[in-house]
């Protein structure tokens, strides 16, 4: 399994993966600053020096504001949270989805004869769908044979190919890695999967109908 990061050309989007991530808790930053505005008494100012204080900070805070918003795309966008196991499907400043998922188990495998070794994790970083997919078909890696202790077949044998797993929709972001359905629905919100982002049948199916090849994807 490839880990996938974007190359020099994608500069701009970190930049904005990275106001996309300070705007999601820019309401909690907000929430500080005001909280952070000393109180008449409390420090030993008087009431003028407190007042240029709090509007140079309110200033301060809606010039960042202006700034996010300049960054954050303006169609759709798919945000996820690997730590809470959460993706987001936003539009501007607006939340359309907020559902679970699961996401990379950050656990290794290795071939029992030790010549290879496997790390299953779900890249971070700035993406693009770069496919979409109806009833995905799973070509099973070499590690999904060594995993169940079976021999590894040639490149195009027929046990490569199994239909049915990867759910009805599959949104491909690189590296081999997908946002798909899945059968075990139970283990959604845990960190079980291979790298893949996998999504329950209803949340998949929303975010199907708003993205399309070339929407962002902001994995952290």
Known sequence: ?????????????????????AAVLLGACSQDREDAVPKPGSVGLDEATLKRR??????????????LDKLVPKEP??????????????????????????????????????????????PRGVFKVKNRMERPVWVRPDWAFVEEGEPVPTASSPERFEEGVLGDYGLYFGGGYLIHGTLFQRFLGQNVTHGCIRVGDEDLAQIWKVTRVGTPVYIF
Not at 14 to 21: F, R, Y
Not at 58 to 65: D, G, I, M, S, Y
Not at 80 to 101: M, Y
């Open 1 to 21: 399994m490839n880990r996938s990061m974007p190359g020099q050309g994608a500069l701009i989007l970190w930049l904005a993966g990275l106001a996309i991530l």
């Open 54 to 67: 709090t509007d140079a900070l309110r200033k301060e805070n809606a010039q960042l504001q202006v700034r």
């Open 77 to 122: 966008y798919i945000v996820v949270n690997t730590t809470l196991n959460r993706i987001c499907l936003r539009k501007g400043g607006e939340t359309l989805l907020d559902a679970v998922c699961s996401t990379g188990s950050n656990t290794q495998l290795t071939a029992p004869d030790g010549s290879r070794t496997w790390f299953f994790s779900t």
